[in-house]
């Protein structure tokens, strides 16, 4: 009985793995797509610098815009099935986030008679529209349709690069153009979402009384808000401190190599999204700890894999993806992918401790002990080392709040590092190194295979034996 309840709960991780596979990966490979668009199609560095500048302080805003509403949706709606509770549950969210983007808008105009911001309309529309589509999203994942969620997803990405290239290359509308390609796809993905699952319709009503669940979402939602201000501020302010120190231009030739971690970072989104409605049902289960061990160790087998081939796959390639002016970003694409996965083990594993618990508080004190260590490095290394000095602010950052976070969540689960894991240190290092070197693609190529069959000589035995039956399943196909 017990192996078959880990093998319908693996099972079920997995099935949601694949689902959210095809939705995120759909969208992430579109939106990669579209890099080389803008590259050639938006002149200037320092003009797509200033967009990504825009997109940063919407990223910035959500958690103030939203009040963390996305999270409390997922979290209070996954297996409530009470139509009373779920109606009161999504009135209150729906009711909380537009008045909280009624009084933002209101602000914005008074920002106006003051002074003047460029984009200043079009970074709100842009802001406004991410809010609601975030929220909208995480109720539909609550509410169980992760089909919608992942059509939705695929619809809104389509349509991004379909409206991207008619703005940028029929009509020649620059940045404006991406702007109006995000705020439009959003609003027609969410049109397609009320049409399929009736949220407003059926759940969402004015005069139903909501004081039942308000205080308890508020409790968890709230805490998040400082706690993702200050990640968002930690992973975002290298924008700002590479326009401060170096360059506009710079900041474009950044942000265009940073787009290329989307690939990395998709992978990571999908294990989030995968394993919190897991993480979250199984949280009380007899035996929590051995398989939350497991699912650590796999994941970082699966990230030090990911890192090491999308950093020489993207070497090996950067040449002709991007326009000759944003060259010299490819030189910090392993050290990015290195953030990337830093980052990951602290926000996609160890956050969720939090969440499963319902204690959000506790993940303030270690986000804003990270923001300021970032940001006082940041100050220190940029000016003297250039982007090597932002760099190394987050990879110092990350590892300070992955490590902060092992021994704080020991209070939720206690995990169990394989030795097989360790290997993977000395493994990822050489990957930087060989990186680093200006080699043939040939030379990267075989050191891409050796890497990744030091990796594949690590694997633990049970995950070795699952891959290659799965292999065989396939093949047998």
Request: proline share 2%; with cysteine; charged share 15%.
């Amino acid at each position: 009985m017990k192996a078959m309840e880990q093998q319908r709960r693996s099972e079920k991780f997995f099935k949601d793995f694949g689902i959210y596979s095809i939705g995120i990966l759909g969208t992430r490979i579109i939106t990669f797509l579209m890099v080389p668009v803008y590259t050639y199609f938006i002149e200037k560095p320092s003009d797509y610098g200033y967009y990504d500048l825009c997109l940063n302080v919407c990223m910035l805003l959500i958690p103030i815009a939203t009040l963390q509403m996305r999270e409390a949706a997922l979290r209070f709606l996954l297996n409530n099935d009470k139509e009373q509770q779920r109606q009161q549950i999504v009135t209150f969210i729906y009711k909380t986030l537009l008045g909280n983007l009624l009084l933002m808008s209101l602000l914005a105009a008074l920002a106006t008679t003051f002074t003047h911001i460029g984009y200043l309309w079009h970074t709100f529309a842009l802001l406004l529209s991410m809010s609601v589509y975030d929220v909208s999203c995480q109720v539909a994942r609550g509410l169980g349709r992760n089909d919608i969620y992942v059509q939705c997803n695929i619809i809104n990405a389509m349509l991004i690069g379909l409206l991207s290239v008619v703005f940028l290359v029929v009509f020649n509308s620059g940045i404006e153009g991406i702007f109006g390609a995000n705020i439009i796809s959003r609003a027609l993905a969410l049109l397609y979402m009320e049409i399929r699952l009736h949220i407003c319709s059926r759940y969402f009503c004015f005069k139903i009384p909501t004081k039942d669940v308000a205080r308890h979402i508020l409790r968890y939602a709230l805490p998040l808000i400082p706690a993702t201000l200050c990640w968002l501020i930690t992973t975002l302010s290298d924008r700002f401190f590479i326009r401060y120190f170096i360059s506009l231009e710079m900041n474009g030739i950044y942000a265009v190599a940073i787009r290329f971690t989307m690939i990395l970072h998709t992978m990571v989104l999908i294990f989030y999204q995968a394993w919190q409605e897991t993480a979250i049902t199984q949280y009380h289960s007899k035996d929590r700890d051995q398989f939350f061990s497991k699912i650590f160790n796999y994941y970082v087998f699966a990230l030090s894999a990911l890192l090491i081939t999308f950093a020489f796959v993207v070497k090996m390639n950067y040449g002709w993806l991007v326009d000759h002016q944003y060259y010299e970003g490819g030189k910090f694409i392993y050290l990015m992918g290195t953030m990337i996965a830093l980052s990951a083990l602290s926000s996609s594993y160890f956050e969720l401790a939090y969440q499963c618990a319902k204690e959000t508080k506790r993940t303030i004190l270690a986000t804003v002990l990270t923001m300021l260590i970032n940001i006082s490095l940041n100050f220190v290394l940029a000016p003297r080392l250039g982007v090597y000095g932002i760099i190394i602010t987050n990879l110092v950052s990350y590892s300070f709040l992955s490590i902060y976070r092992y021994f704080d969540t020991k209070r939720y689960f206690n995990l169990h590092i394989y030795n097989n894991s360790l290997f993977l240190i000395p493994i990822v290092l050489t990957g930087g190194f060989m990186y680093s070197l200006e080699t043939t693609w040939v030379v990267d190529a075989l050191v891409l295979m050796v890497l990744l069959g030091a990796i594949a000589t690590a694997l633990p035995a049970q995950l070795r034996t699952w891959i290659i039956a799965k292999t065989g399943d396939f093949l047998k196909r």
